[in-house]
């Protein structure tokens, strides 16, 4: 079942903060997350697994609550080349490779 | 460049013709997927092969024909095709289909269906 992102999208002036939530109604082992500029291929930004854990690279940070089957992206001191769709892929446990993706989250940042 | 190299990047084809899309991975994985992305849609799952075996069809249409001649090389035949089926195409690849894999995919090929 695919996951639910929210917001669908949101709109920021550089150095703001913004936070997308990707919510599960399975039970989830893994999730990751992607970020898509128009015309181009999904980057992978960073995977989070079953464990409950928190990572993170420069700005761009995550979270993964296996609980409430739910993982939420942070983006702190948004930059203008954070703009761009953020999708969430959910993995369940196994080797079926069935990663399902949200709907995804448009950002874009203005200076 | 993520190791996924996709062609043709934009392929234009008529309801009666038969064309390929063609994908090749450097990075030593073992599994390959096809994804359908269409306008506003998220990312479909269509195929999902697994040492050149086949693990997942995700109720595709069978104007949609897999091929996976080995780890590195994955192609979608295509014959007479829908304009419903335009769509970015993308091909990834990840070391095996456990969900804990990350997957890289390539640039996507752009089909549309006149």
């Known amino acids: 079942q695919q996951p639910v992102q929210s917001p669908q999208a949101v709109i920021l002036r550089e150095g703001e903060d913004a936070v997308i939530n990707c919510s599960s109604s399975?039970?989830?082992?893994?999730v990751h997350w992607y970020r898509q500029k128009h015309g181009e291929a999904p980057v992978f930004l960073m995977i989070?697994?079953?464990?409950?854990e928190q990572k993170g690279h420069e700005k761009i940070s995550a979270s993964f609550n296996e609980k409430k089957q739910q993982s939420s992206l942070y983006l702190t001191a948004s930059q203008l080349s954070y703009s761009g769709t953020y999708f969430c892929?959910?993995?369940?446990?196994?080797?079926?490779?069935?990663?399902?993706f949200g709907q995804g989250t448009t950002l874009q940042v203005k200076p | 460049e993520t190791g996924v190299t996709q062609t043709p990047r934009h392929l234009v084809m008529g309801m009666t013709n038969k064309k390929s899309l063609k994908c090749e991975q450097h990075?030593?994985?073992?599994?390959m997927y096809w994804y359908k992305q269409s306008a506003k849609k998220p990312l479909e799952l269509m195929f999902v092969?697994?040492?050149?075996?086949?693990?997942e069809n995700n109720s595709v249409p069978s104007r949609f024909s897999p091929e996976c001649p080995n780890s590195s090389h994955l192609f979608l035949h295509l014959h007479t095709l829908q304009p419903e089926d335009s769509a970015l195409y993308l091909c990834?690849?990840?070391?095996?289909?456990?969900?804990?894999?990350?997957?890289?995919f390539g640039e996507g090929s752009w089909l549309t269906v006149v």
């Open positions: 990834a690849s990840s070391l095996s289909t456990h969900s804990g894999n990350t997957i890289y």
């Open positions: 399975k039970a989830l082992y893994s």
């Open positions: 989070l697994l079953k464990g409950g």
């Open positions: 892929g959910t993995g369940g446990s196994g080797n079926t490779g069935k990663l399902i």
């Open positions: 990075l030593g994985h073992n599994a």
């Open positions: 092969y697994s040492l050149e075996e086949r693990v």
